[in-house]
Each structure stands twice: as structure tokens, then as C-alpha cells.
């Protein structure tokens, strides 16, 4: 099986990421062997002194690609960003959307929150085409409380973005059953590593890929872990599944019901 990985933090030198080249090359190499064949690099950008930090990160891009191709690693690279919330977004520098598309943008909430003016500037955003993918929403604080904030954003036409290391249990039950949930209830677009070492985060999605394999079968895991991915990096339309309504699954289920059924399959 071959994936594409939209969210990684594989440059050294630059955020809380791989801490150096042997380190990245090493997370490459994992990468590969579980079948990662293309991956784009996102490094967090905080701040205005992040967004200065254009130029140095091309050359840190540049000079990852290049190692990597020495060190006989296949696995093509693309550059985005991580973008943090702010009110002023820079879409207009090249490493802000998806390999220089101009269209699809990676941006992370604030852990525990979401700000008011977020609805209002996706919104505005997404009639503009510029087409916000949120950063792994099964590990806000405010989703977690209050699942329908995602159903939300999608409905305006925002992209989800789900960890694997969240449906591995990685980051513990809540992130898992929420990330289980968004997928089941047809509102995320990929699952991507967020890979940011070795162990705890690594460059992996096979085991997350069986996940929703076993669970919603191979049309749905194909494309959450190729053909959007794939879509994203090359700025295409993506084709999105009719969200099943909260509050009526099935016609009977309120949310908090199905919360409590995948409660009930998710083995820790
Ligand atoms: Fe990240």
C-alpha cells in the first residue's frame, strides 16, 4: 500500500521537530519502508518572525531533498506550513499553502480553544478558494467538548486533517474517539503523521491506515491516505461525502450516542 502524508515535521533546524539531519533522514527512511511515497513537510509558523523565516526555510527544504536523494531515499517532498491561528493570516508567501498551490492551507488551532472570528474569516476565506484544512481537530480542547464545532467548519467549507498517532491511541482516549467519530461521520478529508521524531510521533500511517481499513474498508482508507492527499498537494477539487447529520444517525442517534459506540469499539 502506498500513502501520501500532508503534515510532518521532517525539517531540522527550524521548529519542535526532527532535531537535526541524521534524525530526519532516519524518520525518511522509516517513512518508506511503511510506505509513505510522498510527504509534505509543514514546520510551524507562529509568528511574523516565523513568516521572515521564508528564505532560510527554502534553503533548509532544498537541502533535506537533496540529502535525502543522496542517501538513496524515494520519497518525494513537498513544502507547506503548519500555520497558527492568527487573525492575519499570510496566504500570499509561497510556503503558506500546499506546495505553492495557492489554494489549500494546513492551520492549527490554539490547544483548548477556538477564537470568535475564526467562523466569520474561514468563511470568507473558503469564498475566495482559499480552503482552510484544520490541523488535527480530535486534539482541540474546544472540538473534544463540543464535537458539532467540526461538523461546522465543514459545512462552511473547511477541510479536517486527523493525526494517525490520535486513532493509534497515541495521545490518549478522547482524541481516539473523536478521530474515530469525525471519520465515521464523513468529515475528514486525510489522515496525515504530524511526525515530529522517531517513536512517540513518527513518520508512519500503516497502522492507522488498517485502523480505517478494518473499520469503514479500502475505498474510504484509500482516500484518506492517498487520492485526497494527493488532491491537496496538486490544489484539485476534492470530492466531499455527504456528511451524516449529527443527532441523526440512523434517525435515531443523538451524538452523545454515537460518541458512546465508538466508546464502545475503540480498545486502548
Ligand atoms: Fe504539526
Not at 465543514?154 to 478522547?174: A, H, I, K, P, T
Not at 466531499?240 to 440512523?250: H, I, L, M, R, S
Request: net charge negative.
Amino acid at each position: 500500500m502506498q500513502f501520501i502524508d500532508t503534515h510532518s515535521h521532517l525539517i531540522p533546524h527550524f521548529d519542535d521537530g526532527s532535531p537535526d539531519w541524521e534524525t530526519s533522514l532516519e524518520m525518511m527512511r522509516q517513512g518508506q519502508e511503511d510506505g509513505i511515497v510522498e510527504a509534505v513537510c509543514t514546520p510551524h509558523i507562529l509568528s511574523k518572525l516565523d513568516y521572515d523565516r521564508e528564505a532560510e526555510l527554502y534553503r533548509l527544504f532544498e537541502e533535506l531533498r537533496h540529502r535525502a536523494k543522496k542517501a538513496g531515499i524515494a520519497v518525494k517532498l513537498h513544502l507547506a506550513a503548519e500555520l497558527y491561528l492568527q487573525p492575519d493570516l499570510n496566504l500570499d508567501c509561497r510556503m503558506a499553502t500546499f506546495a505553492d498551490n495557492g489554494r489549500y492551507f494546513l492551520v492549527e488551532f490554539p490547544m483548548n480553544l477556538i477564537p470568535d472570528f475564526v467562523s466569520q474569516r474561514f468563511f470568507d476565506l473558503v469564498m475566495a478558494n482559499r480552503i482552510p484544512v484544520i490541523a488535527h481537530p480530535e486534539r482541540n480542547g474546544k472540538i473534544l467538548r463540543d464535537p458539532e464545532k467540526a461538523y461546522e467548519f465543514v459545512e462552511r467549507g473547511g477541510l479536517l486533517q486527523v493525526n494517525s498517532g490520535s486513532l493509534n491511541g497515541v495521545f490518549g482516549r478522547m482524541p481516539k474517539i473523536l478521530a474515530m467519530q469525525l471519520i465515521d461521520a464523513n468529515l475528514v478529508t486525510m489522515v496525515a503523521t504530524d511526525a515530529h521524531d522517531l517513536r512517540s510521533r513518527p513518520f508512519k500511517l500503516s497502522q492507522a491506515y488498517e485502523t480505517v481499513m478494518n473499520e469503514w474498508g479500502a475505498k474510504k482508507a484509500q482516500k484518506l491516505f492517498y487520492d485526497n492527499p494527493r488532491k491537496i498537494i496538486l490544489g484539485e477539487d476534492i470530492q466531499a461525502e455527504e456528511p451524516k447529520p449529527w443527532g441523526n444517525f440512523d434517525g435515531k442517534l443523538s451524538l452523545k450516542d454515537r460518541f458512546k459506540l465508538i466508546v464502545d469499539k475503540v480498545r486502548m
